[in-house]
């Protein structure tokens, strides 16, 4: 079993930005983040495999970066030019391949408001 705990959540502007973290009990293949808004499904924002090959979601193209540390088991998820529409809850995600994670985290609460 490997523990996900993120951090990093919180409140800003639109147009402001924010940087989550994750630390894993254990070295998995493949990490990333999804996120779920208030009345909507959850999706896939970002997912980075080894620390170079990643893919993210057509909306936060351009504004998010996903990068990952191996030695310390974190993957992180910078944020940029946030928009209201990026409120959500962000999950850390983490499996052995690129389909549906083995394994989430507890979530953390991003909120883009003026």
Known sequence: QV????????LVQPGGSLSLSCVASGRLNIMGWDHQAPGK????????????GSVYANSVKGRFTISRD???N????????LKPEDTAVYYCTAGLNWGTPDYWGQG???????
């Open 3 to 10: 523990q996900l705990v993120e951090s990093g959540g919180g």
């Open 41 to 52: 499904q959850r999706e896939v924002v970002a997912r980075i495999k080894g620390e170079i």
């Open 70 to 72: 191996n030695a310390k």
């Open 74 to 81: 974190t993957v992180y998820l910078q944020m940029n030019s």
């Open 108 to 114: 953390t609460q991003v909120t883009v408001s003026s």
